[in-house]
């Protein structure tokens, strides 16, 4: 039965690639290059500089670039998710201001972020920071309220510490929904790469990609555009991994005491 729990995603990639293999055929390769091409293409990549870097290459830099963003945004969110939990004072205004910065697309913000930051990597790492913290936020101040009231009572009542409850139940009883908002952040983290590597860069796959879309050079886009998929598809599983060795399914129980 093991074997065919990947049935289904194996047919779907054989239907992909065969779709995609006949619709190259029938286009010129400019505008389609086949899946062979692009995985030749991206073997070849793997050893020869691609302007400044190899694949592999690009891969740590935008990897290094979407990790520091992404740390910094979810550590910051987490903590303005708490407070807007504990402070009803603060709570409206703060939730104001995410509402305001909430349908800005992180790319709007570049010139803002060069001027700021001039043109090193502090920019890039703060353009990633905005499109995850703002909206990892709103998903911690709905995970600290996630606790049932009778079960906070009855831990105050048994004597337990403020520091205790947040850490021992409230905390606890939040990373599943703390869980879910690091998969969407992760994805966010990655499509705000590619604006990202737009700041003065001259490296990375979103630069890759876009140093390749002004050459006309389609095989290299494609291989751009696959590798960042294939990263945020293993950096998303190790999440659900996460997930599933930390909170065992204890977490969600603690929530319906």
């Known amino acids: 039965m093991g074997g065919w729990h990947f049935a289904p995603f194996v047919l779907g990639l054989v239907l992909v690639l065969a779709f995609w293999a006949g619709m190259a055929s029938v286009l010129p390769p400019e505008l389609l290059p086949g899946p062979t091409a692009v995985v030749a293409k991206g073997a070849q990549l793997m050893t020869e500089e691609y302007v400044s870097a190899t694949l592999p290459g690009h891969v740590l830099i935008s990897l290094y670039r979407v990790m520091m963003g992404f740390t910094l945004g979810v ?8 407070i807007i939990f504990i402070s009803p004072r603060l709570r409206g205004w703060v939730e104001f201001v995410l509402a305001m910065l909430l ?33 990892m936020a709103i998903y ?18 048994l004597g337990a510490s403020p520091v205790q409850i ?39 796959v979103g630069w890759m990609i876009w140093t390749a879309a002004r050459n006309l050079q389609t095989d290299v886009i494609f291989v751009g555009v696959l590798t960042i998929a294939a990263m945020g598809a293993i950096m998303d599983a190790i999440v659900v991994w996460l997930t599933k060795a930390v909170t065992g399914g204890w977490a969600t129980r603690l929530r319906g005491a």
Do not use: N
């Open 166 to 204: 947040f850490l021992r139940i409230r905390l606890m009883a939040a990373l599943p929904d703390l869980f879910v908002g690091l998969r969407i952040m992760l994805a966010l983290a990655w499509t705000s790469v590619m604006g990202a590597e737009l700041i003065a860069a001259g490296e990375g």
């Open 75 to 82: 550590v910051v969110a987490i903590v303005l998710g708490y």
């Open 103 to 135: 349908p800005l697309p992180p790319f709007t913000l570049i010139a803002v972020f060069i001027i700021w930051f001039g043109l090193g990597e502090a920019p890039k790492i703060a353009l990633i920071f905005f499109g995850v913290f703002s909206r």
């Open 140 to 157: 911690a101040a709905a995970a600290f309220r996630a606790l049932p009231d009778a079960l906070h009572d009855a831990a105050r009542a």
